[in-house]
């Protein structure tokens, strides 16, 4: 039989000697500490703490004024070396690493994809022409916090399949972040934007997803661009993770060039993407790399 006696009521007085109610004391505590090791045993997922999340934030404000100083450079002519060289510059000249570098084998500090890429192109001597489109993806490591970030930049002037697939990319992100909230999951996130994308005939890429970040540069959980709703993990604050939405303006099909970094349409068709790492709290979200979408 169970001894009732060894529980604490939740309208007794705390035993920490704090003169409140258990229920509105360390009771909550332990509720908490439950959530976090839940998450962790289950999905290993790490809840961050208060302290890790402002050091979150600090990365992501150095990586914004990188990103608006990428943005300003961005002109037909320009080599996307230079890109390289810049990100790689201010985020030392910060005190910071930039975590592409050395990657996995990644061998440059920024990813720069350029129309038919998808992700991960590697900087080099490709020159930026007139019309193209330009996606820029960028993650310093600040005091040991990890924040990551890409946006899709207009080179000179853009034509009419330019506008819509970085227009629709932009909005798909849209969708994705102002679902999230406690409560909502992961399903409704990449519903949210399978919808958008495909109800305007574009694809959604499978083979790349959003992550936890923070602690690591990619933790769980996998946040899938595509879904079904109330499917998938229960959001919850203190969750950290990016959601970055490859979008094709054709089929969804990639393959992977013999760098066996730079992912390419299929099809050749156009693909944007634009990324931000968001918070999960009380009340909804907070980008930590925030931007205008
Ligand atoms: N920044 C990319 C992401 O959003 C990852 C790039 S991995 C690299 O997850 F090695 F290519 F840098
Ligand atoms: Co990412
Ligand atoms: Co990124």
Same mark, same amino acid.
């Given at each position: 039989?169970?001894?009732?006696?060894?529980?604490?009521?939740?309208?007794?007085?705390?035993?920490?000697?704090?003169?409140?109610?258990?229920?509105?004391?360390?009771?909550?505590?332990?509720?908490?500490?439950?959530?976090?090791?839940?998450?962790?045993?289950?999905?290993?997922?790490?809840?961050?703490?208060?302290?890790?999340?402002?050091?979150?934030?600090?990365? =992501?404000?150095?990586?914004?004024?990188?990103? &608006?100083? *990428?943005?300003?450079? #961005?002109? !037909?002519? +320009?080599?996307?070396?230079?890109?390289?060289?810049?990100?790689?510059?201010?985020?030392?000249?910060?005190?910071?690493?930039?975590?592409?570098?050395?990657?996995?084998?990644?061998?440059?500090?920024?990813?720069?994809?350029?129309?038919?890429?998808?992700?991960?192109?590697?900087? =080099?001597?490709?020159?930026?022409?007139?019309? &193209?489109? *330009?996606?820029?993806? #960028?993650? !310093?490591? +600040?005091?040991?916090y990890y924040a990551d970030a890409s946006k899709t930049f207009f080179v000179g002037t853009p034509g009419p399949d330019a506008q819509r697939i970085v227009s629709i990319a932009a909005n798909a992100l849209k969708k994705g972040i102002e679902t999230v909230a406690p409560g909502a999951t992961l399903g409704d996130v990449g519903h949210a934007i399978q919808h958008y994308a495909e109800g305007l005939g574009c694809s959604v890429v499978r083979e790349f997803v959003g992550h936890g970040v923070g602690i690591d540069f990619h933790e769980q959980p996998q946040v899938l661009h595509f879904g079904s709703p109330g499917k998938g993990v229960v959001l919850v604050p203190g969750m950290v993770f990016t959601i970055e939405p490859m979008i094709n303006l054709g089929k969804k099909e990639l393959h992977v060039l013999p760098d066996k970094w730079t992912a390419v349409t299929n099809d050749g068709s156009l693909s944007a993407q634009f990324e931000q790492t968001i918070l999960v709290t009380e009340q909804g979200y907070e980008s930590l790399t925030p931007y205008t979408l």
């Open positions: 039989m169970k001894n009732k006696s060894s529980k604490i009521g939740r309208n007794a007085l705390c035993p920490c000697g704090s003169g409140k109610k258990y229920k509105n004391c360390c009771r909550n505590m332990k509720k908490e500490l439950s959530v976090k090791e839940t998450y962790k045993q289950q999905y290993d997922i790490i809840i961050k703490t208060p302290k890790q999340i402002e050091g979150i934030r600090r990365a =992501g404000v150095l990586l914004m004024q990188i990103m &608006d100083g *990428v943005e300003k450079m #961005i002109r !037909p002519g +320009l080599v996307t070396e230079e890109i390289n060289t810049f990100v790689h510059e201010q985020t030392i000249r910060a005190g910071a690493i930039p975590a592409p570098l050395n990657y996995r084998g990644f061998p440059k500090s920024v990813c720069v994809s350029i129309n038919e890429v998808i992700c991960h192109g590697i900087p =080099g001597d490709r020159i930026l022409m007139d019309g &193209d489109i *330009v996606n820029v993806d #960028i993650t !310093p490591i +600040l005091d040991g």
